[in-house]
């Protein structure tokens, strides 16, 4: 366990902590076309309080649950439902 970096061969890459060669702690994925999750992993998945940036930009503040989108955070940190359906999880 300690810190380290993922490549994986269609260019997504992973910088942060690892514990028994996963993902956990805090940690950035950044994929090939820019989008970006950085903030706290468990057992390999996105889990706890993060920020998600789409390909043009655009951050957004979130929780994650065993790798997705429990709820959004806005700006003035009250929680925005979502859909079942959305999700951010990480598939290198």
């Avoid at 920020?51 to 951050?59: A, E, L, R, V, Y």
């Avoid at 929680?79 to 359906?85: K, R």
Wanted: charged share 25%.
């Amino acid at each position: 366990h300690g810190e380290g970096k993922m490549s994986w061969m269609n260019g997504t890459v992973y910088q942060g902590s690892f514990f028994a060669d996963m993902k956990q702690g805090y940690g950035t994925l950044t994929w090939p076309d820019k989008r970006k999750y950085e903030g706290y992993w468990f057992n390999g998945k996105q889990h706890g309080e993060g920020h998600f940036t789409n390909s043009t930009g655009s951050k957004q503040k979130g929780y994650w649950k065993a790798g997705k989108i429990e709820y959004w955070i806005n700006d003035l940190g009250e929680c925005i439902m979502t859909t079942s359906e959305e999700s951010t999880e990480v598939t290198p």
